[in-house]
């Protein structure tokens, strides 16, 4: 059906007194913009093709192109935007629901940048991390409430299983299938050289992996993919996904054309079948069935490992995460509404879920208040774009963070957020041969390390511009962040006090 000639929302700006004709652009674009016409002997470019992944810009010899937002617009409206108008027109022309990746692009209010951090001044000195030593290990795991003695005077100590960080960040799920088999291999090698984890995500885990078994959380998700005894005791930690922050309520859709013969073997689901996973677990319903899951994966791993229960961050977070530490959960993750997907239908992945910011301090608030904060620890995603952010969250409450886009950008992710079309000019979320070899894993894993290690470094020197030498000492340390900018009800959900007081 015809669809209006929909305009292009971005446009190829050749420079024609550099452009060398190379075709260098024409190769590299999977999306197949860039021609080499006989007839006029020069490049030409179909612009609406262009998903803005900057590729062709990026590896242009001569510096030739640039990608630019087109300024062709529809007459002003400041109800009926160009955006609204040409959804409308995508929907009728296709009667599909509009899909999209990676994470809510929407203008709401980003409270890490309206949060600022405190730093030492003539009392309690600032330290140098430089000279002295700074703690940045974290352990996830249910904490005894109280220490005990034996007759002795020795402390017992039964600790549950616990994970520990040398840092107190990890990757967060991306299977394989939505990312590729050079992508999950680059997060594995950095998780083992950083002793930090990565996670697999609802696609199984590739036996190729089970080397970084210790360094790898396996996830299950409601779909099952890829579970059985042997994966799950292949793990560190076992996640169980309940939701996800791109997409609160629904399930997951990886289209059959990603599923090639590898992907099927490890997902244990048909080659070329799409792989949907269903909206809810279907043997939960309550807290009582989400603790017999949690059991039943304990029993299934002897008591070794711990258990994650991922969610994503809703109205009611704080409540359902006290249900969660009941439940019998070692780490509880949350998900804020920034979170990436390898595909969302737009409108949820846009409109539904909260920002991590609120949902971290609420939850953390709530389970202290409870009595019940050492029972379970906090992992906090979703749109975690730097150390300060980290800073921040760990000052709201949370044990640890985990990273997704900001790994993928890494790895050379250029957010066109086209990922569910499956064919990522950066190699990263595609299974397309010739595109999987774009991202050369000896590199991908020594930027991952790179980022980590030099985000490490900033998290030690803001600490210790704090005076605080541990991670432990900054979790939940809310005197050490302040509002700017903020009303009364964001300060009282966040907990913290406005610049100034
Ligand atoms: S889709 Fe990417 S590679 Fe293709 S023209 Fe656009 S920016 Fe260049
Ligand atoms: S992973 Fe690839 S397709 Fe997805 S947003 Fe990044 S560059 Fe685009």
């Known amino acids: 059906m015809g669809s209006f000639d929909l305009m292009p929302d971005y446009e190829v700006a050749r420079n024609y007194d550099r452009c060398i004709a190379c075709r260098v652009c024409e190769r590299q674009c999977s999306n197949l913009v860039h021609e080499y016409s006989e007839e006029i002997g020069r490049m030409t470019a179909d612009d609406s093709k262009c998903v803005n992944c900057h590729r062709c810009v990026s590896l242009c010899p001569t510096r030739a192109l640039k990608i630019v937002q087109s300024d062709n617009t529809y007459k002003l409206n400041c109800n009926w935007t160009s955006k609204s108008i040409k959804e409308i027109f995508t929907q009728a022309s296709t009667g599909s629901v509009l899909l999209s990746s990676m994470g809510n692009p929407e203008d709401y209010p980003v409270y890490f940048d309206k949060m600022t951090i405190n730093a030492s001044q003539v009392t309690n000195p600032s330290i140098d991390p430089l000279r ?52 999950h291999e680059s997060l594995a090698r950095a998780a083992e050289e950083l002793d930090i984890y990565y996670n697999t995500g609802e696609g199984g885990l590739n036996e190729d992996f089970y080397k970084f078994g210790n360094n790898t959380i396996v996830q299950v998700a409601s779909g099952r993919f890829g579970v059985h005894r042997k994966y799950l005791n292949q793990g560190a930690a076992v996640e169980i996904k309940m939701g996800q922050g791109a997409k609160p309520g629904i399930g997951g859709h990886l289209p059959g054309k990603k599923i090639d013969s590898d992907i099927s073997r490890t997902r244990m689901t048909p080659e070329g079948s799409d792989a949907i996973s269903p909206a809810p677990h279907h043997d939960i319903y309550s807290i009582e069935d989400l603790r017999q899951l949690v059991y039943s994966l304990k029993e299934a791993t002897d008591y070794k490992l711990p258990i994650i229960v991922k969610i994503a961050a809703v109205h009611n977070v704080a409540a359902i995460a006290s249900g969660i530490a009941r439940s019998g959960a070692d780490v509880i993750s949350i998900d804020g509404f920034r979170g990436g997907t390898g595909a969302a239908p737009t409108r949820i992945r846009d409109c539904v879920g909260i920002p991590i910011e609120l949902a971290l301090a609420s939850v953390d608030t709530r389970l202290r208040k409870e009595g019940i904060r050492d029972r379970v620890s906090i992992v906090a995603g979703g749109g975690i774009r730097s150390s300060t952010d980290i800073v921040k969250s760990i000052a709201l ?10 790994a993928l950008l890494a790895l050379g992710c250029h957010l066109c957020r086209s990922c569910q079309a499956g064919k990522c000019n950066w190699g990263i979320a595609t299974q397309e041969p010739e595109l999987v070899r774009r991202l050369n894993p000896d590199i991908g894993y020594k930027r991952l390390v790179n980022l980590m290690r030099a985000w490490q470094h900033e998290i ?16 939940g340390n809310r005197l050490m962040l302040r509002g700017v900018g903020l009303n009364e009800k964001e300060l009282g959900i966040l907990g913290i006090l406005h610049a100034g007081e």
């Open 132 to 183: 002295e030593p700074m703690e940045t290990r974290v352990f996830l795991g249910a904490k005894p409430e109280k220490i005990e003695r034996d007759a002795n005077g020795k402390i017992k100590c039964n600790l549950s299983p616990q994970l520990k960080l040398a840092m107190p960040m990890m990757f967060s799920a991306m299977s394989y299938g939505s990312i590729s088999y050079n992508a």
């Open 397 to 406: 409450g949370a044990d640890c963070v985990y990273l997704g886009t900001s």
């Open 460 to 475: 030690e020197e803001i600490m210790g511009g704090m005076g605080i030498n541990s991670i432990e000492a900054l979790r």
